[in-house]
């Protein structure tokens, strides 16, 4: 079974600083997608940015950026030009590909960012 | 923009009764799912429903709770008779195509069993 591990339950960092949060997972699948969502205090769960794995290139999505590492099968988010608005909860997530039968997004246990001013 | 709305926000019940959580979809999508967080621990599937009928399911999803989209645009997840270790939060998500692969979420229905 797939899993997703987030092994920072909390980070920090300086306003407009870059921040760096880490996310492996286990697949046996080739042909899949990761996510970070965003949780702020609202609670509502935000898409952050996307990576299918067949693509090469890392996802960007303004001062969001992932490093994609499919063989170590890493996948980090990297935000840039820290802001405020940015503390929340960060989840990284999984999904197969479409040949796993699956369409259930498989969660990390989330990353809490601090921003501090 | 359009967004999944769910209620209520908050949802006080006493252990033994039956709860209704509701959402509304975004209007053109085409899967649903709900998705459990208890307090301080990661999001779990609960169960996937495609063209009105339940697509996948996890083990959480035992027979105490039954998926159901009445008219078309109401999605609603129902718990027979609620335990203690029902409280979190549930969060319905809909998506448009699976080929988009991107699942859009409610705020989140808080369930607390009393």
């Known amino acids: 079974a797939q899993t997703v591990t987030q092994s920072q339950p909390e980070m920090s960092v300086q306003e407009a600083e870059t921040v760096t949060l880490s996310c492996t997972y286990d697949t046996s699948e080739s042909d899949y997608y990761l996510f970070w969502y965003k949780q702020p205090p609202s609670r509502q769960m935000i898409l952050v940015i996307r990576?299918?794995?067949?693509?090469?290139q890392n996802a960007t999505e303004n001062r969001f950026s992932v490093n994609f590492q499919k063989a170590a099968k890493s996948f980090s988010l990297k935000i840039s030009d820290s802001q405020l608005g940015d503390a929340a909860m960060y989840f990284c997530?999984?999904?197969?590909?479409?040949?796993?039968?699956?369409?259930?997004?498989?969660f990390g246990t989330g990353t809490r960012l601090k921003v501090l001013a | 923009e359009p967004e999944v709305t769910q209620t209520p926000s908050h949802q006080v019940t006493q252990m033994g009764q039956e709860v209704i959580l509701r959402c509304v979809p975004i209007s053109n999508h085409l899967y649903f799912y709900w998705y459990r967080q208890i307090l301080g621990q990661k999001v779990e599937f609960l169960v996937s429903f495609y063209n009105n009928e339940i697509s996948e399911k996890s083990e959480i999803f035992d027979d105490q709770f039954s998926v159901e989209r009445p008219d078309g645009s109401n999605f609603t997840l129902k718990i027979r008779s609620t335990k203690l270790e029902d409280s979190a939060m549930y969060f319905c998500?809909?998506?448009?195509?699976?080929?988009?692969?991107?699942?859009?979420f409610g705020a989140g229905t808080r369930l607390s069993v009393l």
């Open positions: 997530a999984y999904r197969g590909g479409p040949t796993s039968g699956t369409y259930k997004y498989i």
């Open positions: 990576q299918e794995a067949y693509k090469q």
């Open positions: 998500a809909s998506e448009r195509s699976v080929a988009k692969n991107i699942q859009y």
